[in-house]
């Protein structure tokens, strides 16, 4: 698995998602277990976060992309998640534009420069 | 860089200002990416929405997902330094339409020759046939190209999402590569800081550190 290379794993809209499937992203494995989320106005956070959580546990992701407003809902397991692999970008989605202020990377490192960090 | 345990106080100083010049040039770097990775998804969303113009508003939807999906696309992953990994794309092999389009080009040329051999014996051109439909099933059994869910003859638009998006993906592993590189450097800054600090008497090091935050 390693040798072939790890998977970009997608949580997002229907227009995110497709678009990069398209780019040639998805897998279906042989348990037909998706590396993709497609988030509806019903989908539930439960199912959100367990997919996430599911993608982060997995040893063959190397990236996981996720529009912004769903990675807003699910913040506190991404900023529990500390390691290098699987790295997670925070990306717009068409409704919701990215701000870099929410982005849990560049909010740690604006983090480094605080008082309370200086202490 | 010199062993951390090796270093004076002086050198830890430099370090930690060399970090933070690392930190700046990697921050300033990944908002350039950022900007254009976000101008290519937009385009892409709008070259999805114009293909859903012409093609009908279901036509472009998770529907028509493909039922087998194997990617075309992967990440290979090697740790610089400690805690720092680079992502590299890895665009697997081409995908069917261009074997396709490569194995027409080719069939026209034998075809032809055969057309010259008219008076020929024809039991070639009989055993000719059967070998080309043995090697179209081996061709169609690699990867599918994703653009194919969507119809055979999809407009141009879609072909045009499809470029977008593979070019955000390579975007994307590039800013994950920084993201990495600016985590790393938040380690490396806050383990030398906390060197600094046991080195430094806490009294004067407080004011010294204080003093750049209370301004």
Redesign the interface.
Known sequence: MAG?????AVLGD???????????????DKHRR??FL?VEKETALAEIEEAFRGFLCRDDI??I?INQYIAEMIRHVIDAH?K??P?V?E??S?EH??D?SKDS??R??KG????E??? | MAPAKDMGPAEICEELDQIILQLFDALEMLQNKREAFNSLVEQGWFSLSKSRYAMGNKSVSTLQYGHQMTPLVRVRTCEKEKDQVEFDVIQKDAPKARSESEATVEDIGPSEQVLRQRKGPRKAESSDQPQEATSRPVEGSGHQDPLNWFGILVPQSLRQAQRTFQEGIHLAAEIASLQSEIEACRRRYHALLERKRNFVPRESSSCELLKPSLS
């Not at chain 1, 072939?4 to 970009?8: D, P, S």
């Not at chain 1, 227009?15 to 992203?25: H, P």
């Open positions: 072939r290379g790890k998977l970009i229907e227009d995110t998602v497709t678009g990069f499937l398209l780019g040639g992203v998805g897998e279906l998706p590396n497609v190397g990236i992309l500390n290098s692999i790295a970008l990306i717009p068409k534009p990215y870099a990377i560049l740690r490192a480094m420069f605080t008082a960090d200086l202490r």
